[in-house]
């Protein structure tokens, strides 16, 4: 797996790190001075819900480091939130295996991940893989990122046809992830009966009585429809 990206951003000098728990157990070796020389400011949380959207939304962090077990942990409406969707925090989840997992991978940027690592990586590998992060890049298997990028032009193609508005295309676009009303509610700060609406007229303009699936596994086609 590579980057087209190598090298730290100015984005990650101006705003701190969030580690969640002991995901960079090397950090200790790090010096604060080889840190900043390398572009990055840590800031370390425990694997506690409150502890770690409170630190995130007081800091606004561009990164959120944490293992794949808590992020599964949390509820899909704090997944959103960490988010570049809510808060403005990009999340890289730590894997429980030493490699690349692709099926793995394919859930936690599915759960909205914008990267993985695994267990064990190096910290050149996590400056990379932040660099590329903070650049607006997917950081994982070549193959994983190609499908996800493929599914999400086909969202955008059905954007496109259909005449969607920028809320109804968010709203389309989090379901497509699998997230619930409740969740989608929470992210865009609107009510559960206005992510209802907002379905129900996704449903006319899309003029098909089937129901958008809820997970990865299909992707959106001309036939499908939101409930």
């Not at 959103?80 to 997992?101: E, H, P, Q, R």
């Not at 992210?187 to 997970?215: C, D, G, M």
Request: with cysteine; charged share 25%.
């Amino acid at each position: 797996m590579k980057s087209l990206l190598l090298a730290p951003s100015d984005l990650a000098r101006q705003q701190p790190v969030v580690l969640c728990g002991d995901v960079m157990p090397h950090r200790k070796q790090l010096s604060d001075s080889a840190s900043k020389a390398a572009g990055f400011s840590f800031i370390s949380c425990s694997e506690d819900r409150e502890e770690a959207l409170a630190l995130c939304r007081r800091l606004n962090t561009p990164l959120f480091v944490a293992r794949q077990a808590f992020l599964e942990q949390l509820l899909s409406s704090d997944l959103v939130l960490l988010s570049n969707y809510g808060k403005s925090s990009y999340i890289l989840s730590v894997l429980a295996s030493d490699t690349f997992d692709k099926s793995s991978a394919a859930k936690m940027l599915r759960l909205g991940c914008r990267g993985v690592l695994p267990n064990g990586f190096s910290f050149k590998l996590f400056r990379r893989a932040a660099s590329a992060i903070f650049k607006g890049e997917f950081w994982a298997p070549r193959a994983v990122v190609s499908e996800l990028l493929a599914d999400l032009l086909r969202a955008a193609s059905l954007i496109t046809e259909n005449g969607l508005t920028p809320q109804e295309a968010r709203i389309l676009e989090l379901t497509l992830q699998g997230y619930k009303n409740s969740a989608i509610a929470e992210a865009l700060f609107i009510s559960l009966e206005t992510v209802r609406w907002h379905k129900r007229r996704l449903n006319r303009k899309l003029h098909k009585p089937n129901r958008i699936p809820q997970t990865k596994a299909s992707a959106p086609s001309r036939k499908t429809a939101v409930s």
